[in-house]
């Protein structure tokens, strides 16, 4: 960073991480050592905290059966230990010498919390909002829900009301406190982690990310995050490496210190933007109760037979809350694998052709992909991703999770702004996508203006999304290719059986540097079987197709790919 603080990762063989390390000139500010059970949990975690000793130490992690975390243990000695029932709710709490007890009704909604001699209810609306909460039959708090399932205001006991105004897309832009008013500025291309300024009180901060994890604040001041893997920030540091701000969570979000009413920043657990008279975190499409561990609404994306416990609508993360994170509160992932599982095999491992980390995978997928799951002799993962991608919730799932969208015929095309514009493509991933399932990759290749530029193509059976294709157009000049988001081509493009019958045809009309289509009706299509049809319009791009003419004029196939170059129209057609 420009203050002269760093941050260095560490990763083992197959991706996750195993240490995360802050430092200035003084040294080590934060330090994090990560273990691994046999199921993937997050074991142990070394805590060196140069200015939170308190929050140091050897902290040990034990799940049940189903990865539910149950006991967390520092240097030996138990902290906490959680219970649950069978649908995933906290049942028990025991902290400190402190029992807490949670009851529950039919619809998995947490109607009571009991502590020593205190008693917490709560109330639900009719779309499963908690709507009040009692402390020993005193109103705390109360929360009112506008039209379109916003949180639209809280009131607590003193009587301090917030209230939240939001915009057409959804996003909220504007609370108020009292008589406090702070506007924020989404980036609306982004489901989350997109807070890009905040105004408040005549001070306007601007904040800069990398992918779910804030960097910097900059305002009258210039500022500086450290954070840890889930984008929890750890300490906020000034422009001359001075430490201004430092926080500690535990594994649910708790605040242990730091975050308080007069902090400087807005971000709390996992990135989350915590409301101060709620005392609930803001999580895009509903608000997470750190202290119970779960969300105060119902789940807008349904759970799923591949995720049992996913189908309790209030859960959080499943009760992983070490490897997995909900960033726009909809869709748990698994964060701390993910994130290493990238860096490793997509950016420091398959950038450079990482033999290890690429004969891992590819040996691992299909073996995965295939194997029969237990209890079902003849039914696979494969066969219950193809289910679930032709269900209702399929397609509210792959719409959060892949970002795609499905037509009225039931093809599914990914957005212009999809997750995957970050990533990039090359070579090696071609290998990671034949392992998973048939599929065939075909490039043309040109050169403008010391650019060198790539058209992908990819045609095959695409693990439950079934038979599709794409096109995609990419940039750079070393092994790993960028997307060219700035794309001007218009595409077009068509799938058809080996009998003629069309899979699908996707004719959008405006600009696109990818171009998708999957229809999970045709399953376990081998690629042989399968002719793709397609355009692109250059004429809005004139000098990369002054480029591909000058490479490829006159050539009526490119590596097995028909072409047909229509100099007048500056369109290229081409199938294979």
Known sequence: MSNGSSTSYEYDNIGRLQMLTHANDKGIIDRQRYEYDIRGNVSCIEKERRESSEYSGSFNYKYDATGKLIEVARDSKVLREYQYDAFGNRMRKASDGIETIYSYNEADQLISKREAESETTYTYDRR?????????????????????????????????????MYDAAGQRVKELIGNVETEYIVDHSKEHSNLVQRKRNGMNQRFIWEDSIPLAMKGDEEYYYLADIQGTPMHLMSADNALIESYAYDEFGNELSGMDRESIQPFAYTGYRKDVVSGT?????????????????????????????????????????????DRNGAFPIVETVVDGTFDFLGWTGILQGNPEGKNWLLSKSRELAETPIPGFSSTNASDYAAALSKSRIGEQTIGVTLNMDRDSNGVYHARRNCIQRHFGYNDTYDHVFKSFTSAKPKKMEFSSNGNDYVIWMWKGDYYGLGAGAETGIYRGNGYHKLTYQDSKLIMNLSLYDKSGKQIMKYEPGDPQWWITGFNPEYQDVNYKNLRVEGMIDFSKEPELWEAFCNEYEGAYSIKGVQICIDKENKMLHYRW
């Open 128 to 164: 499963g909002n908690i709507t009040s909460m009692c402390v020993d039959g005193n109103t705390s708090k109360r929360f009112v829900y506008g039209a379109a399932n916003r949180l639209d205001k809280v009131i607590d006991s003193s009587g301090l009301v917030s209230e939240y």
């Open 281 to 325: 975190y803001f999580a895009q499409a509903r608000e997470y109760m750190p202290d119970a561990g779960r969300f105060a609404g119902e789940d807008i994306v349904s759970g799923s037979i591949t995720k049992p416990l996913a189908m309790n609508p209030y859960n959080y993360c499943l009760a992983s809350p070490l490897i997995m994170v």
